[in-house]
């Protein structure tokens, strides 16, 4: 087993579906997220949305602003 340190915004929302798009987000990256985004918020509860929105304060740039505006228009 390998331990890896991690950021601490892939590491918000831990136990939760929010948390696991989070990771999901991560893996894929930055070219990705657009459509990724599109795919899975369709898909969320409003807890998770919520979740999901309280936790772009300590996301990187890349994937807080296109939830945000995915956000804003839902």
Do not use: C
């Not at 390998?2 to 989070?22: D, K, N, T, Y």
């Not at 969320?44 to 939830?67: C, G, K, S």
Request: proline fraction near 8%; avoid cysteine; hydrophobic fraction near 50%.
């Amino acid at each position: 087993m390998e331990l890896r340190h991690a950021p601490r915004w892939q590491l918000a929302a831990p136990h939760s579906m929010a948390g696991a798009v989070i990771r999901a987000l991560a893996w894929l990256g930055p070219h990705e997220v657009e459509d990724s985004l599109d795919s899975v918020l369709p898909r969320l509860t409003r807890e998770d949305l919520d979740e999901l929105a309280a936790a772009r304060a300590v996301m990187p740039r890349w994937m807080a602003e296109p939830l945000s505006a995915r956000l804003a228009d839902g």
